[in-house]
Each structure stands twice: as C-alpha cells, then as structure tokens.
C-alpha cells in the first residue's frame, strides 16, 4: 500500500473503532438519563437499580469512547496537515466548538457524575446526567457540521489557497450535515435500545432474580429502538438527496451515469479518476440496508411481544433472539459510515482538495508507526470493552459498583 | 486574543492535568499497597477527566484558531505526538479499568500500565517542550525532556500534600518538607507555567482567519467553561478520606 493507502487505513480505523463506542455511548446516555429521571421523580427502588446498572455499563463504554476520542481529536494534524491548512479556517471552526460547548463541558460533567453520586443533591445529580446527554448530543452536532462541510461544501470563499470562513451560518445549516447529525443520532437510540433490550433478555432468558428491572429496561429499549429505525430511515432518506454525484452514481451502479460524471469531473478538474470505489460503495450501503430490514422486521412484532407481560418474562425463544440482535446496529453504522465515507473519495473535501493532497508530509516509516501503535491501542481497547460489557451485563444489578459507597477501606501500612 | 485564548487552555492543562500526571508517576512510590495505590488514585480521580480535557480544547483551539500552525506542530513532531497519545490512553486505561475488575493482578496490571503511561506522558511533553522550546532532537533531548519529567513528577506531588491525610501525605511531602503546602504547589505550578509561556513564546503563533468570528465565542464560553470546572473543585474540595470508584 502507497503512503496515503496506509493514512487512510488508520484514519479508518481509529474512526470507526471511535464510531463503535460513541454509538451505544449516544443512546445509553439518553436512556440512563430518562431512568435516572424516572427514579428520582419516584425514588421507586427498581428504577434506581436501573439507572445504576445502565449506568455501570455506560461509563465502562464512556471511558473507551473518551480514550479513543483523544486520539481522535489530534489525527486530523497528525496525519491530513494538508486538509487543516488548506481549510482549517473553515471547518475548525466546527471542531473548535465541538472540543469547547462539547467534549470539554461533557468531561467536566461525567466527572462530576461519577464522583458525585451519594455527594451531590439528587435533583443537582440528576441535572448532571442531562448535561452530560446534551453534550454528548452536542458533540455528534459539531463534528457533523465538521463532516458536512467535508462532504458538502458551504460557507466558505478561496483567498490565496486557503479557504476562510465568511458564512457561519451557512456551515451549520449545511444540510448534509444537519440530515446526518439526525440520521447518526437516531441510530445511536436505535443501538443503545437494541442493546439494552439484549442485555434484558439475555436476563429475562436465565430467569434471574431482577425480573422487575429487566421487564422495565426490555420495554424502554424496544420502545425507543423501534421509533428510532423509522426516524433513522427518515433521515437516511433524505440523505440521499444531499449526496455528491460521485456517491450517487455509484450507489446506482449504471455505467451511463458513472461515466457522465467522470466527464463531468474531468472537464472540471483535467484527466483522473475522479470516482469512487464502486464495489465498495454498494456493498456497504447494501449491509446497512439489509440490517436495517432484519431489525425492523424483529422490532415490529418485538414492539408488541413486549406488551404481553407474560410473553416478556416466558417466550425464550424471542429472548434468545433480541440478545443476538445486540451486534446488528453496530454492524448497520459501520456500513452506513464505509458508504458515506467511501462514497465521497477521492476527494477531503468535495471538489475542492483530493484525498491525497490533503495529507501530511509523511514518510512510509511514520505512517506504519502510527498505524501499528493506534491499532494495537485501539484493538485491545475494543476487547477489552467487549469482554467487560459483557462481564458486567451478566452480573446483573447486584454487583454495580457505581453509585456504592466504597468498600474497601484502605489499610495503613507501617512504614517500618 | 487568539493567542490568549490558545495560552488559556494550554497552560490550564499543563498545571492542572501536570499534576494528574506526577501523581500517576509517584503511584509506586505514594501507594506502597494495593489499597494505598487506590487511595491515592482517589486523589486525583474526580479531577483528571476535567483537566485532561483542558487539552482537548487545545487541540479544537489549534483546529479552529491556528490551523497551520497545527498541521506544522503535530505532523511534524509526529513520533512525539503518537507516543504521547498512546501514553496519554494507556494511562486513561490504566485508571479507568483497575476497579472493573476485582482481583490483585488485574489491579497491578492497570496500576502498571497507569505509572508507564503517566511517565510516557510526562517524558514526551518534555521531549516535544524542548525541541519547541530548545530545537533540541535526538538523544541529547533526553536531558531537558528528564528535567520536565522531574518538573510534573514535583507538581504531582505537591499536588497530592494537599489532598492525601496520613503516611501518604508525608510521603508525598517528601520534597517540601515543613514548607506550607499550598506554597509548594504555587511554585510547581509557577514553574510549568513559565515553561509553557517559554515554549509559547517560541511558536510561530500566527492566527489563521476564523478569528474575528470564532474568538469572541470562546472567550463568551470560556467563563461557563470555568464554572462547570469550579463545581468540580468545590464538590471534592475535601481531603481524600477513602478509596473511590476507580
């Protein structure tokens, strides 16, 4: 693979890797949030249990989506300086936003909600968790607008080869940025209900002792998951209106429009191959389609299983079902993330700065080196998150260490 | 105020993540025990998300404000930056996952990857100071980088005299002695601070042009920013009385 090749492998990686934990990280913090609601309007014990259990689970993902999203915040200088110098006055100015009204106040606030529980006043707690939802929610926004502006240039003029900035409106009402800030954020309930109607199931299956709290928790993720797959084809619909021409003929498949905007593009930028990967293109768009289908064809009657409160404490078959169903939405982003992604090539920034002119001066050497040390972070990282959501989600309620005073208390050791 | 706005957030996170980090190196030498290594963790534990992510917004102020100078510092200090950010998440790790897990291995195994990521942290911020600082590269920039090293590892410490009780507290008082220990922390403090402003100094600190729009938000934010902060200070405000979630 050339040096540009091996960039974008690890821009892909890391990206995706990210994608994974801010996925459940999006639609968890919305439904710890509502229970946490819940359990401090009723001071119902269940609900609490809930809020701690979800929320053990959460942060264990939380922090797996903070370590990779450092990371990620310093690969756009690390390895495209060709992109930030060339517009970074523009999009930046997304990025900037998203590390300061986001990430920053997000952090802050998790902080605070980890360590404040049993410390802070309830309501004050509860505000908290909010803040945390809303940032988290922020952040999608901002680097959406970042994303938008790469897919779908606006707001912007060319001074001296650079771009500046002129309309920032115009930036964040992009709409390839507004439709996909809805399109990811809905998938994101979708994964986190499917994930927590899973993990409840997988419950409900071994008849274990918490069947209040996981009737509850199967109810609350199937009722947003499903909402969520019809919003998130909403938008998914909608974004194919704002797509690039390349992305469009590709997903089409038809050699007569692939070759018209060739010409198109040729008469615009000179001889290239100014397409993007055709089979790459449609294999992924083709997954997030299919997935899409097989979840809306098991929410639907899931939907309505979940309201037979027998069904939801007996039929272990469904059971059975909605655990393995826990991959499937994160198969669908990754997809839908290759088609939009891929889609775009071969440019950084649509129509203005190729793929390759936007990267860094870097030699092969470098590149391999950071390739191999931010996959094999990133890739343990993932196990480990995996094997740990897994561990705690078996353990059920009785053994969250979040939100109990501690344990342990320490034992001084003579110093002599 | 561009320029105000990046200083802001970049010596923001040197004093205060700085001290995350030299605690994080003295975790063999103030935690002698297990349950000792988790107490002193408690020290820094609420604290360490909001002050690393001082440099979160380092990075988004470079993005929005100076992004060539961004491109030039972070690609071209490249294998510094990576080890940096691999120490930076082996160290995330290290704090976040030693109490997911009950079991002494697994706890000395993330306490580990804990200290060598806080030093790796630690000895590529002093390698990355001096080359910006001295243009120093190569072996001979080990020399500078020890210096910064040591400098975080002191900061560390006097940062944990002010939250540890105790034979923790007296180890980690080993360098001030019977001086005042809010003292002693002001001029660890003072010190990274006056690197960092150096190393400031000796950046081509040339604003890109977002800066007529962009900077008078950060500078409304910035206040918000502060506060958000301050109610973290203010609810653990208390020495360290026991272990905490991590």
């Known amino acids: 693979m050339d040096t540009v090749e091996l960039a974008r492998l690890q821009f892909a990686l890391t990206a995706g890797a990210h994608f994974l934990f801010v996925a459940l990280t999006l639609g968890l913090a919305t439904l710890v949030a509502v229970v946490q609601t819940r359990a401090t309007f009723s001071g119902d014990p269940v609900h609490l249990r809930m809020t701690r259990f979800w929320g053990q689970l959460y942060v264990i993902n939380y922090a797996m989506g903070i370590v990779t999203g450092l990371v990620m915040e310093f690969q756009l200088g690390l390895a495209w300086s060709g992109l930030t110098e060339y517009a970074g006055d523009v999009f930046g100015a997304a990025l900037a936003m998203e590390t300061l009204v986001a990430f920053f106040v997000e952090s802050t606030f998790l902080g605070l909600w980890i360590f404040g529980w049993n410390k802070l006043n309830r309501w004050a707690h509860l505000a908290v968790i909010w803040v945390v939802t809303l940032t988290a929610y922020a952040s999608a926004f901002w680097i959406m607008v970042a994303n938008g502006f790469l897919q779908n240039p606006l707001g912007h003029v060319l001074e001296n080869g650079r771009l500046r900035l002129v309309d920032f409106g115009a930036m964040v009402a992009n709409p390839a940025a507004q439709v996909a800030f809805g399109h990811v954020l809905a998938a994101a309930m979708v994964t986190g209900g499917f994930f927590v109607a899973g993990v409840s199931a997988y419950h409900l299956r071994r008849r274990t002792a918490e069947r209040d709290v996981f009737r509850k928790s199967l109810r609350i993720g199937l009722g947003v998951a499903l909402p969520g797959l019809f919003v998130t084809a909403t938008f998914g619909g909608l974004g194919f209106e704002t797509m690039q021409p390349g992305k469009i003929a590709a997903w089409s498949g038809s050699a007569e429009r692939l070759a018209a905007v060739q010409a198109e593009m040729t008469a615009l930028h000179g001889p290239g191959d100014h397409l993007p990967p055709v089979e790459v293109v449609q294999t992924a768009g083709i997954t997030m389609l299919v997935l899409f289908a097989v979840m809306l064809f098991l929410g639907g009657p899931s939907f309505l299983l979940m309201l037979v409160r027998p069904v939801v404490h007996g039929f272990r078959l469904w059971h059975g079902l909605l655990t393995l169903m826990i991959p499937l939405p994160f198969a669908a982003m990754l997809a839908g993330w290759v088609f939009r992604e891929v889609g775009r090539q071969p440019w950084a920034v649509d129509g203005l700065l190729t793929t390759a002119e936007a990267m860094s001066p870097l030699s092969h050497g470098q590149v391999v080196f950071s390739l191999t040390a931010f996959s094999a972070v990133f890739g343990a990282l993932i196990v480990i998150n995996v094997w740990l959501l897994g561990r705690h989600a078996r353990r059920g309620p009785g053994a969250v260490a979040l939100g109990d005073r501690p344990i342990e208390a320490p034992v001084p050791v003579p110093s002599f | ?246």
Request: glycine share 12%; charged share 10%; hydrophobic share 60%.
């Open chain 2, 1 to 246: 105020m561009e320029i105000f706005v990046l200083a802001f957030f970049a010596l923001g996170y040197l004093v205060l993540a700085g001290a995350d980090i030299g605690v994080g190196m003295a975790l063999p030498y103030l935690g002698r025990s297990a349950a000792e290594r988790r107490e002193v963790i408690a020290a820094i534990a609420p604290f360490y998300l909001g002050n690393e992510v001082w440099l979160v917004a380092v990075a988004g102020v470079l993005a929005g404000l100076f992004p060539e100078l961004e491109g030039e510092l972070l690609s071209g200090n490249h294998t510094l930056v990576v080890l940096l950010l691999v120490a930076w998440v082996t160290r995330d790790a290290g704090l976040w996952l030693r109490g997911r897990v009950p079991g002494a291995r697994w706890q000395a195994f993330w306490d580990g990857a804990t200290v060598a990521g806080s030093w790796g942290l630690a000895l590529s911020w002093g390698g990355l100071l001096s080359h910006v600082l001295l243009g120093i590269q190569g072996p001979l920039a080990a020399l500078p980088a020890l210096a910064v090293a040591a400098l975080f590892a002191a900061h560390g410490l006097t940062f944990a005299t002010l939250r540890l009780r105790g034979v923790l507290r007296e180890r980690a008082a080993v360098l001030s002695g019977g001086a005042g220990e809010a003292r002693t922390y002001a001029l660890t403090s003072a010190a990274l601070l006056a690197v960092g402003v150096l190393a400031g100094l000796r950046l081509p600190l040339e604003p890109g042009t977002a800066g007529p729009l962009l900077a008078p938000i950060v500078l409304t934010l910035i206040p918000f920013l502060v506060a958000a902060q301050a109610w973290v200070w203010w609810t653990f405000r208390h020495r360290v009385t026991g272990p905490s979630y991590l």
